[in-house]
């Protein structure tokens, strides 16, 4: 039945898709932490949008405000001009997240994409520093648009020198060269040496756990060395919570368990909640330095986001119960996957916060997606090699179901062994 429900996208959709090469059923709804497929099919959702539904898919109170604001004949779409739904995030954006962090960054609206807020911290940093040079980290990923790309390590997806933009220096991330070296102390040499040929940095650009690059993660105190040294050499930190952000960690952002205030910050996927696209950055008002109409995109006006954005915030983060709960579902995925890890030689628990996920042989890993799907369970991969499997329910998923998922993910990892 699968291949007669996608002649279409085979025949017609250019064949860069990906996701669909493991999941080839046809998606038509979905509730929470639960989609079905044309047939009625029902799968539990470990991808969750590649991170952009941590609230699960049509959470109620998001879809009557938004129905409700539609019904009403909202503005849409407002460019920059000012509208009553942009107002109502910033205010939430200002009393729940901004003000009980102490922090008095401003919010640039930066299009649909990560890739547009990453691309806008970058250009400003050279802007406000005067500098080109971006440091940034092994396996780091930050979006595929050209910009974007030249951040990005993995070389398949930057398919040749060509396509990246220059003045982007790559060094090696946390735990990247083993135990024994301390990769910030590098990069503290590295700096410091003016004959090292790597230019004064305009940008460091780091994510707090790598979504993409295999869920390895910084510790605090490498976190606060490398913004110690930021600071010291007159670059920005630029923080790309993409991915780890708007709680997929367990706190708002996924610096703060270090205590680490970036300069910059990129938030996009989950940040309206509702998968609706829309992306920022928070600068701290010394940087915003940019002119009016300097940097500028159609679609940053983008007001149903806006509006599911505005429910998210106060729905969860104007309450400690919903971060309590992130906590304690992250403490039953830890013990799951290492009770699976125990069982399989060389497998090993990565990440943090409900960013975990198991490293496994690639070829196991990649039969397992594929399994799941049959089993009833959508879950993708990480990894320089696909081989880490990315449990990224919801943060909303009741523990039941993530459980469900979980035995699963066990089922169909321990039926895959060579
Ligand atoms: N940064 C990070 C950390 C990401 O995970 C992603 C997307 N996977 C991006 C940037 C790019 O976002 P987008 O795909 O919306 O351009």
């Not at 690639?362 to 880490?388: F, N, S």
Request: net charge negative; aromatic share 6%.
């Amino acid at each position: 039945v699968a291949g007669a429900d996608n002649q279409i996208f085979e025949r017609r959709e250019s064949v860069v898709r990906s996701y669909c090469r493991g999941v080839d059923v046809v998606l038509a709804g979905g509730r929470g932490s639960l989609v079905r497929d044309v047939h009625g099919r029902e799968y539990v959702d470990f991808l969750a949008g590649a991170g952009a539904l941590n609230y699960g898919h049509n959470d109620p109170d998001m879809k009557v405000a938004l129905l409700e604001y539609i019904a009403g004949d909202g503005i849409a779409h407002g460019l920059d001009l000012y509208t009553d739904a942009k107002r109502g995030f910033l205010q939430a954006f200002e009393d729940l997240v901004l003000a009980p962090r102490g922090m008095d960054h401003h919010v640039q609206f930066t299009g649909p994409t990560g890739a547009n807020g990453v691309e806008a911290a970058l250009k400003l940093a050279r802007k406000v520093t005067g500098r080109t040079n971006v440091i940034a980290f092994t396996r780091g990923f930050h979006g595929l648009s050209l910009g974007a790309l030249a951040a990005t390590a993995n070389s398949t997806m930057r398919m040749a020198p060509h396509n990246a933009l220059g003045g982007v220096t790559r060094m090696p991330y946390d735990g990247y060269l083993g135990p024994g070296t301390d990769t910030a102390e590098l990069l503290a040499a590295v700096l410091a040496d003016p004959s090292s040929g790597v230019d004064p940095p305009a940008a460091v650009l780091l994510e707090t756990v790598q979504g993409e690059g295999g869920l390895d993660q910084a510790s605090p105190r490498w976190l606060r060395r490398v913004a110690g040294l930021a600071r010291e050499h007159g670059a920005l930190l630029v923080v790309d919570d993409v991915q780890a952000g708007c709680g997929r960690t367990g706190t708002f952002f996924s610096t703060e368990a270090a205590g680490v205030v970036p300069d910059a910050v990129v938030l996009s996927k989950s940040l309206s909640g509702f998968g609706l696209p829309m992306s920022v950055v928070l600068v701290r008002p010394g940087y915003d330095l940019w002119e009016p109409g300097q940097h500028t995109g159609t679609f940053r006006g983008n007001a149903h986001a806006f509006v599911t954005a505005t429910v998210a915030l106060r729905k969860f983060w104007s309450t400690e119960a919903f971060t309590h709960d992130v906590h304690r579902r992250a403490g039953l995925v830890t013990e799951r996957l290492t009770a699976l890890a125990d069982e399989l030689p060389g497998a090993r628990v990565k990440g943090r916060g409900l960013m975990q996920g198991v490293q496994v042989e690639p070829a196991l890993a990649a039969r397992t997606t594929r399994a799941c799907v049959d089993a009833g369970l959508i879950i993708e991969r990480a990894g320089p090699r696909g081989e880490v499997l990315k449990v990224f329910a919801p943060l909303t998923t009741p523990d039941d179901l993530l459980e469900h998922g979980l035995d699963l993910l066990a089922g169909c990892v321990l039926a895959g062994r060579p």
